[in-house]
Structure formats: structure tokens, C-alpha cells
């Protein structure tokens, strides 16, 4: 069965640190993949997504994730957190030809001001 | 433009009372979803719509049900309720499927 997996359940960070959360998938076909964010008591928003071309995607706020097709993966990066980065970030893939849109479990961030 | 809205915010349930979630769009968007997030377990897809006049049951469609009622407005049913459907639910629409998902505000739903 296709999956999403998110290795990092709770992650602690101190302001200016370096971010990266790990995503990985199973599914061998083409997939759409995507990261979303929710910020505390608001609903879930797009930060990035890849459907094609340059596997490095930059987002909004700083946010940038690379996907590396070999390794079935698209792990999201930011170089200097910030204190308003606190957020739960949630992995999606979306399998192409079919109606499969899997969310991983979801990795709580929280920056340390 | 308001996105997506949910309605209600809030509610509380007795075990076997029904109800019914809410949800519209004004983006024009084919596709609309129904999710449930519990703590530890992401977000689960309850059904889906990929365009107006179909629906598909998604991961846990157990208890529920739903109604595509027009372009914009997909409803989410509880027959009768129970504790274990104490959730967040969550309703999303896309242009198409497989495309960038955009989210309501949610509706936390406790069941009693």
C-alpha cells in the first residue's frame, strides 16, 4: 500500500538553526508531492510542491525541499529558523493517475526564541 | 473570496445523535475532500469528490456519509455518532485532483 513516512515526530530548535525534516514515500509511479504547514489554532496551507522539473523547489517564508526520485524522498529545508516557523508540517504525495492523496503523520517544529 | 468555509466551528455530540458538516467553495474548484486529523495519525481521508456528481469513499469512511451537492458545497454526514469520531475534520477543495489542496478552517467535534 502507498504510504507517507515522517521520521521526525517533535523537533526542537533554537532560533537561527538550520531545519530539515525528513519525508519519504512509497510508491513507484509518478507522484505530485507537497508540503503543508499549520500553524497553531489555523488550518493547514501549501508551502511548496514539486509536480516536476527542477527536483530543488523553493516556497514561501525561506522554506526550499529537495526531491531525489532514487531515494523516494522530498525533504524540506530551511536554512535559519525563526521563532514564527512553530508549526505542525505535513508531507503529502499524490499519485498521479489515480485519486490517491496521502498525508504523512505530521512533524511539530517548535523554535526556541 | 473566502476559500474554503466550514460550518460549524464546534460541536458536541451524544452518542447516536446525527449530524451533518458543512462545507462550501467559491474557487470554482472540481475536487473536494473530507478529512479527520487525530493526534499522532495525520490527516485521514474520510471520502472525496473528484467532480460534482461523484464521491468516493477515502481511507476511513466508516460512520460516515456524504452529499456533493452542487459545484461548491460537499456535506459530511454522522448517522450516530460515536466516541471514537471525536476528531478535527477537515474539509479541502482542489482544482483538480492531485493538485494543491486548500483547506477550511476546520470543525472539532466531540463526541460524548
Known amino acids: 500500500a502507498q504510504s507517507v513516512s515522517q521520521h521526525n515526530h517533535h523537533v526542537i530548535l533554537s532560533e537561527a538553526a538550520s531545519l530539515e525534516l525528513g519525508c519519504n514515500y512509497s510508491?513507484?509511479?509518478?507522484?505530485?508531492l507537497f508540503w503543508y504547514v499549520q500553524y497553531p489554532g489555523q488550518h493547514l496551507q501549501l508551502l511548496l510542491k514539486?509536480?516536476?522539473?527542477?527536483?530543488l523547489v523553493k516556497g514561501i517564508k525561506g522554506f526550499e525541499a529537495e526531491f531525489i526520485k532514487s531515494k523516494f524522498s522530498f525533504n524540506l529545508r530551511k536554512p535559519s529558523v525563526q521563532w514564527s516557523d512553530t508549526a505542525e508540517y505535513f508531507c503529502?504525495?499524490?499519485?498521479?493517475?489515480?485519486?490517491?492523496?496521502?498525508f504523512g503523520t505530521g512533524t511539530r517544529l517548535k523554535v526556541l526564541a | 473570496n473566502a476559500g474554503v468555509t466550514q460550518t460549524p466551528k464546534f460541536q458536541v455530540l451524544k452518542t447516536g445523535q446525527s449530524m451533518t458538516l458543512q462545507c462550501a467553495q467559491d474557487?470554482?474548484?472540481?475536487?473536494m475532500y473530507w478529512y479527520r486529523q487525530d493526534p499522532g495519525m495525520g490527516l485521514r481521508l474520510i471520502y472525496y469528490?473528484?467532480?460534482?456528481?461523484?464521491?468516493d469513499k477515502g481511507e476511513v469512511p466508516n460512520g460516515y456519509n456524504v452529499s456533493r451537492l452542487n459545484k461548491r458545497e460537499f456535506s459530511l454526514r454522522l448517522e450516530s455518532a460515536a466516541p471514537s469520531q471525536t476528531s478535527v475534520y477537515f474539509c479541502?477543495?482542489?482544482?483538480?485532483?492531485?493538485?494543491?489542496?486548500?483547506f477550511g478552517p476546520g470543525t472539532r467535534l466531540l463526541v460524548l
Open positions: 469528490s473528484a467532480s460534482e456528481g461523484t464521491t
Open positions: 510508491y513507484g509511479g509518478t507522484v505530485n
Open positions: 503529502a504525495v499524490a499519485t498521479s493517475g489515480t485519486y490517491k492523496y496521502i
Open positions: 514539486y509536480f516536476s522539473g527542477d527536483p
Open positions: 479541502a477543495s482542489s482544482e483538480w485532483n492531485e493538485e494543491t489542496q486548500y
Open positions: 474557487m470554482n474548484h472540481n475536487s
